[in-house]
Nanobody, 123 residues
Framework: VQLQASGGGLVQAGGSLRLSCATS????????MGWFRQAPGKEREFVAA????????YYADSVMGRFTISRDNAKNTVYVQMNSLKPEDTAVYYC?????????????????WGQGTQVTVSS
């Protein structure tokens, strides 16, 4: 399974970005797709997750109401629309995938990772 994240960039506070994560390879047993982020000097933290089969979504409290995760199964792509961005959202964002139907906020439960894309929010 390969994951390719894209869409990061520099944006002013209050702005928006959309990240994409394209998956390829043997994805038929992959159900949960997640986004994580890691700021300098901090641990990797959960942002959002989605079930590819049911479309159920899960969010960290810090992004609830501002970020929206979605998927396009025909394109094997997962998105996260990020609105009302804040300087504290600045981080490298990673997409991840795991087998099974149970989502997790623990990055160690995800076996596949994309390369990361930088999001910088200026104040």
């Amino acid at each position: 399974v390969q994951l390719q994240a894209s869409g990061g960039g520099l944006v002013q506070a209050g702005g928006s970005l959309r990240l994409s994560c394209a998956t390829s390879g043997r994805t038929f047993n992959i159900d949960i797709m997640g986004w994580f982020r890691q700021a300098p000097g901090k641990e990797r933290e959960f942002v959002a997750a989605i079930s590819r089969s049911s479309g159920s979504t899960y969010y960290a409290d810090s992004v609830m109401g501002r970020f929206t995760i979605s998927r396009d199964n025909a394109k094997n792509t997962v998105y996260v629309q990020m609105n009302s961005l804040k300087p504290e959202d600045t981080a490298v964002y990673y997409c991840a995938a795991r087998y099974g139907l149970q989502y997790s906020t623990n990055p160690n439960r995800y076996g596949y990772w994309g390369q990361g894309t930088q999001v910088t929010v200026s104040s």
